[in-house]
């Protein structure tokens, strides 16, 4: 059970793009996320720069319209480690406003708080925080004045329920998990209701998740039973496929609507690999009865060290770009709408 329940974990993680591959004798030194727009795509609207000291991080640029400079200070005491974020933001070259973040972790380097600091004329002046649990879990959230969240789990680790109270209201968020399973787990099923300050439900939405002998998600099914104000329209199909290997390699998601009596395809996404490594994400849409790529990513490595080098977006509709290798490839050397790119040291 406790390892079908990782794997679930671990596929979300995935398929939400999140790279685990990083070998810890190579340390980060630079990280770089480069947005481009405007009609010919070539001018920056947003550059951030990461920058590392010893694997830790040690300062960030953020150029937005306005820019954004944060520097960082790591404290090693006997019983923790605090790692100080002061952040500085200028609108046209003037000082807007500074913020500060004290994250503590265990010696372990596991996050136990995080709490928010505003500069004042008094000085700093703390504004909210952000408690964890043993596994690094929140468990509270606290914005000052304005809300506040208390989290809950299970004894596997699993997020069970949110209560949410927001300026004098006391509203809270159920999730109830029922697992199906005869020898293995075969099934998960998650209900998301939500209740206002006199315990009265107001809306309900339920996910169905199928899984196979190795507990990866092959289906995922939301429905809102009652058609109320609920995170999902109608109903939402979504199928998964894996090859020899157990890599996901395609993604489909039909929907139906209130009116509807079957599911009709709407998205998909195919996952292309290299060496066990994630090369492409190909997303299309059906429209005029066939599938149209809308948006790719591409990613870059150093295949020796499985290292994530570089991820580029590019955003617009192409025919036939799957049956087209030479297009698909002369594509992928224009302008891209975002660039990602890492650096290491030994």
Same mark, same amino acid.
């Given at each position: 059970?406790?390892?079908?329940?990782?794997?679930?974990?671990?596929?979300?993680?995935?398929?939400?793009?999140?790279?685990?591959?990083?070998?810890?004798?190579?340390?980060?030194?630079?990280?770089?996320?480069?947005?481009?727009?405007?009609?010919?795509?070539?001018?920056?609207?947003?550059?951030?720069?990461?920058?590392?000291?010893?694997?830790?991080?040690?300062?960030? /640029?953020?150029?937005?319209?306005?820019?954004?400079?944060?520097?960082?200070?790591?404290?090693?005491?006997?019983?923790?480690?605090?790692?100080?974020?002061?952040?500085?933001?200028?609108?046209?070259?003037?000082?807007?406003?500074?913020?500060?973040?004290?994250?503590?972790?265990?010696?372990?380097?596991?996050?136990?708080?995080?709490?928010?600091?505003? @500069?004042?004329?008094?000085?700093?002046?703390?504004?909210?925080?952000?408690?964890?649990?043993?596994?690094?879990?929140?468990?509270?959230?606290?914005?000052?004045?304005?809300?506040?969240?208390?989290?809950?789990?299970?004894? @596997?680790?699993?997020?069970?329920?949110?209560?949410?109270?927001?300026?004098?209201?006391?509203?809270?968020?159920?999730?109830?998990?029922?697992?199906?399973?005869?020898?293995?787990?075969?099934?998960?099923?998650? /209900? /998301?209701? +939500?209740?206002?300050?006199?315990?009265?439900?107001?809306?309900?939405?339920?996910?169905?998740?199928?899984?196979?002998?190795?507990?990866?998600?092959?289906?995922?099914?939301?429905?809102?039973?009652?058609?109320?104000?609920?995170?999902?329209?109608?109903?939402?199909?979504?199928?998964?496929?894996?090859?020899?290997?157990?890599?996901?390699?395609?993604? /489909?998601?039909?929907?139906?609507?209130?009116?509807?009596?079957?599911?009709?395809?709407?998205?998909?996404?195919?996952?292309?690999?290299?060496?066990?490594?994630?090369? +492409?994400?190909?997303?299309?849409?059906?429209?005029?009865?066939?599938?149209?790529?809308?948006?790719?990513?591409?990613?870059?490595?150093?295949?020796?060290?499985? @290292?994530?080098?570089?991820?580029?977006?590019?955003?617009?509709?192409?025919?036939?770009?799957?049956?087209?290798?030479?297009?698909?490839?002369?594509?992928?050397?224009?302008?891209?709408?975002?660039?990602?790119?890492?650096?290491?040291?030994?």
């Amino acid at each position: 059970m406790r390892r079908s329940v990782v794997n679930i974990i671990c596929l979300l993680l995935f398929a939400a793009g999140v790279l685990e591959c990083t070998p810890s004798e190579y340390k980060p030194v630079d990280y770089k996320e480069i947005h481009y727009f405007g009609v010919d795509e070539s001018r920056i609207d947003r550059h951030t720069r990461y920058f590392y000291m010893d694997g830790i991080i040690n300062a960030k /640029t953020d150029v937005r319209y306005d820019s954004t400079y944060t520097e960082y200070e790591t404290r090693r005491y006997d019983d923790r480690i605090d790692i100080v974020e002061i952040s500085w933001n200028y609108l046209h070259d003037t000082l807007s406003y500074v913020i500060k973040t004290i994250k503590t972790y265990s010696l372990d380097g596991v996050i136990e708080k995080a709490t928010d600091y505003s @500069l004042s004329d008094t000085g700093w002046v703390e504004t909210g925080y952000t408690t964890y649990n043993a596994s690094g879990q929140k468990t509270e959230i606290v914005g000052y004045g304005m809300y506040h969240y208390w989290y809950s789990y299970d004894s @596997l680790g699993q997020y069970i329920g949110c209560r949410y109270r927001y300026l004098g209201t006391d509203s809270y968020l159920s999730i109830d998990t029922v697992i199906f399973s005869n020898d293995r787990l075969s099934a998960v099923e998650t /209900t /998301t209701q +939500w209740y206002d300050g006199n315990s009265i439900p107001r809306t309900t939405s339920k996910a169905l998740y199928k899984l196979d002998r190795q507990g990866r998600i092959i289906q995922k099914e939301t429905v809102d039973p009652d058609e109320t104000d609920s995170l999902y329209y109608g109903r939402v199909l979504i199928t998964a496929r894996y090859n020899r290997r157990g890599q996901l390699v395609s993604t /489909t998601t039909s929907s139906m609507a209130y009116d509807e009596t079957d599911y009709r395809f709407t998205e998909k996404t195919v996952y292309r690999y290299h060496r066990g490594l994630k090369t +492409w994400e190909l997303y299309y849409k059906y429209e005029n009865c066939r599938w149209q790529l809308y948006r790719i990513y591409r990613y870059k490595y150093d295949v020796r060290h499985k @290292l994530p080098l570089e991820r580029t977006l590019r955003h617009g509709y192409y025919e036939n770009v799957h049956n087209n290798l030479l297009r698909f490839i002369a594509i992928m050397t224009e302008r891209v709408d975002e660039r990602l790119v890492w650096t290491y040291e030994k």
